[in-house]
């Protein structure tokens, strides 16, 4: 039995705590929130011992085992050197930081400490991107040659999110990045990044944009291509092909059913999941289930603080590319 | 170079000259209509020489090679004996008659004067279930156990059509009869047919039927089920699935193109084509090629007098069984 | 909270175990099963309170609220009774029993009691045939025409299953009798069954057979056809269509992944999911889910004991017209 | 009734002509090729009346109302030249020259001169793609945001066929390039190219890549990718995708059948079309068809001769893209 703390339990805390109390072999034993008296009745109601609005008391707590960390991104990293330094194992949601120096630091001290650090890509947990990962793993398509991701959420988030977000590589498109490491099995080494105020101008008022596409070379030469947008009417569009010199994998939408009703209007199939709690409902719980399954057999995470921080390179060289619009190379920013 | 008469200028008579205009190695030489003065301007813009509101100047003319039989069916086997005697190969539109008797008689002149005769089951050139049949025949599937076609038209033909028809069975269902015998490579021995009238009264009123299932047993042991509907508001609707112990085959319908798209109110595709004109349109053209090849060739033809027969026993059966309310036999309809 | 007993901890009680130990406001308090220690390990692994050889132990303990028969089929009218005398509300695997008489009897004594009776038609809960049955009850295609639906198993039960099984009408097609009436919100009012021995002669010399069709008519005119087959080397196979005078409704298989695979020798996409475990995961979750909150909130089954009995009377008209090669009406089942 | 002139009797020339010679209201006239020798007895079985080794012979015939040009590249903008000043109509096969100076000049004449031009970039004529343009005219995606365009071959071609290409964006990607203005009505402002050489070390060899992603800048905002790869090991793949703010337009590859194998090994289906000749069959005979009708009517080509500038121009950008690593404004093409 592991006891895990939760520490944030806002939509992505709520969601994992909804997930882990179905698990027979995990105990929620604490859940700390900074605004605890917003959701108090709503952890009461799961039977948790330990609620308290002081994430110290949680990773302070002897009988806790491993922490999953869903507060807001600014306070990641003190939380991951604060729990690592009390032996608790990691579970963190992505990104680590907004800064890759800060990130860096963060790493260093789970690395000192000996625990482990998941980092929350839950799209890798997804079946099917993680049977491409496979079968590219697998040779079914011989060397990679080229990929492409789709990702388009339903609606834009917040404007007041939006200013707090980091902008929208760091925010969404931080996703794509780690799972173009994740399929290619390859760093990326030179990012071109081309973005664009197309749906909501206020958006490009507080300086960010809602379209991006970014132009990726990968250091086994392959190249490749990721999409973004921040609204797609028809519901969250999560696509991915890979292609080498023996064949191309490719994996389309899921969807609520897969009746299809032919009518007088044409021939009509449900549109895919609404947004990322339909989508991914299953790799949530399969991220924590192999998070806790690392912690019990000593093996290693699936999505590492490496991982974590190589996505946000990337994404801090699509920042800057769109800046100066020229491509960027990643080994620029590791140059002082 | 092949010169052909083609007996009959309504709308399949004008589908195959059309086609055949195409055709560089055939000349239609001359085309006969009761009516003709009715088409008379239609023919002559396609240069044809010889035009006529008799069908036996046709068969009589020495130089003509092949007649193209298109007139309504009650005039099928009194011009295909002619036909034969006259030493012209034949290609003739389905059914060959309305009696199993008829037929035979016809078959009978056909054999005496050996020439050739095709008979119009055009979907065996369509290139889904003709892929289908040889897939079959390679072996893909081992051993057939059933079959299923479903088959159903955009909107009932005109209710002067239906009265003169010969009923769904003979009219509509004798495509399937002969799809079952091509794809399954076996006679069938048994037939139950449930039919109802539930898209027109007026179908009923006249003595016909609109919707049918017709249970099969075939002589390999195989069993399957043929559907057919005389209005399907989405258009034509051709499909086919085959089962055996190794696998199974299906094809879906064709479309005018395959463009997804993706919109608030769900993910459309093209329905399936309107009617028979476009989606057989490749395969009315591949069996009039095929049909000259074998004479050409002096190999047999895809769909021969004793298909076109035994098409037409299953429709016998099939009608019997609807009327009595239970199985038929095809050897009862053989003894006397 | 609701406290559930089990009774019969074979694989089907098995897989409800592992689904209700999961749900919140259910509690497993008690499991019996006539071999108990074969599974005793299995049990307390699930910190089960009681576990006994003898069924009426839990139907006689006070604190439980309901339930879920898994033992054999010969076992379940008696319990049943006894259940319901106990004012237990009653979750009953199917078929309820392999006689009519007896199914009836049972129903007289839930009825007499006034509890609930819900009978393991799992379809009915799959987000597939629900999203049909909705459709078609809300108009999407006007009046019911036609049913077609097909239902394969990967392999066929052993030979000493099948001698006890009841044959496939009662066994396997009886799931697909009841989503027949579920789909088409009509009972059946005549049936005429084609069996056939094309798998494993095993199988016939047993007095079974391992491939069939049924020819429906139902009760609003329409007609339907439903094929089963104990071996299909590509997985489970669960299809359905219906189509009416408003369109057309098509579900198929579900696939363990979306992943299209783009090689020499093909496109290839997942077969679909092998068998009833891993298709119909959620559908077993949500029926146990719906018969709780049926009792909670006094609400109506989805799937009730008089379903199980129009299932059984189609079965066993199924059964009798395979014996005499006839079409069998379900009323000459009710004459004495 | 249209004389046609056919200059370059190469695999393309004789495909046009296949399709000529089967449409009734067109007359192929004079066939010339420089090496006429070696097709002469190909041209005669087509009863052409006129056979040459010198192209003028055709452009100076006064029966000739229109000439097709289907010889080298290096040859075009010459004999649009001649034709224009000789008054005959030209479709000429793209592109129109290997620069876009020369290109130019050639228009300055067909300008003066007031004959039709119409380019050969036979994708705005299939199907799939015309749906699409269409229904992006239509409104039905709203505004464009971003595009996407899948173009690989099966194979490449010889490596002495690549030295005189002039290198994949203007040999092979520039049916992209157009296809990107067909579809989104907008030219290209800036473009970022990214080439490798994955497949032939020889194609590297001698000056060219293999591989090849393009990142475009449309005028009216949007932005979008074309990715070309000279093998896919699959077959010819052709696919498109433009998203907009009311939805997505995709469109997938045509195949040979649309029959599905549900096999032990996979659920298989065909691979795409081979390559251009099956894929865009109808198309090459649509466009000689509309290009007939401009003819006749009056009415606009198509696809015009700044059509092909254009695409030329954006080929010319990413070229020189790829050399200097950075991206490219069209407009500073323009700059003298």
């Excluded at 034993?29 to 959701?39: E, L, P, Q, R």
Aim: glycine content about 6%.
């Amino acid at each position: 039995m592991i006891n895990i703390g939760v520490i944030g339990a806002g939509r992505i805390g709520q969601l994992h705590i909804d997930n882990l109390v179905t698990m027979p072999t995990i105990k929620v034993k604490a859940v700390a929130d900074v605004y605890i008296d917003n959701v108090r009745e709503w952890v009461e109601q799961r039977n948790i011992q330990y609620i308290t609005n002081e994430p110290m008391d949680i990773i302070n707590n002897p009988e806790i085992d491993a922490v999953l960390i869903c507060s807001p991104t600014t306070t990641h990293s003190e939380l991951i050197k604060a729990a690592a330094r009390a032996k608790k194992h990691i579970f963190c949601e992505k990104p680590i930081s907004f800064s890759t120096d800060t990130t860096r630091e963060a790493l260093e001290v789970v690395k000192e400490e000996g625990v482990m650090l998941q980092v929350g890509f839950n799209r890798r947990f997804d079946t099917n991107f993680r049977t491409i990962q496979n079968q590219v793993a697998n040779g079914a398509i011989g060397s990679t040659h080229t990929l492409r991701i789709t990702s388009r959420d339903p609606q834009p988030p917040p404007i007041d999110y939006i200013k707090t977000s980091g902008g929208l590589f760091i925010d969404m498109m931080i996703h794509d990045f780690d799972m173009a490491r994740y399929v290619m099995q390859s760093n990326v080494v030179e990012v071109h990044a081309k973005g664009a105020v197309l749906i909501d101008e206020k958006i490009g008022e507080v300086g960010d944009i809602d379209t991006a596409i970014v132009l990726l070379t990968f250091a086994n030469g392959s190249i490749g291509t990721i999409e973004n947008s921040r609204k797609a009417i028809y519901g969250y569009d999560q696509r991915l092909e890979v292609f080498g010199d023996k064949g191309a994998l490719v994996t389309e939408n899921n969807r609520p059913s897969n009746v299809t009703y032919f009518s007088e209007d044409g021939v009509i199939t449900d549109k895919p999941y609404h947004f990322f709690l339909e989508r991914y409902t299953q790799a949530y719980i399969s991220e924590i289930e192999q998070f806790v399954a690392a912690i019990v057999n000593g093996t290693e995470v699936v999505c590492s603080g490496n991982d974590g921080l190589q996505a946000e390179l990337i994404a801090e060289a699509a920042k800057k590319s769109m800046e100066i619009g020229q491509p960027v190379r990643i080994a620029s920013l590791l140059e002082v």
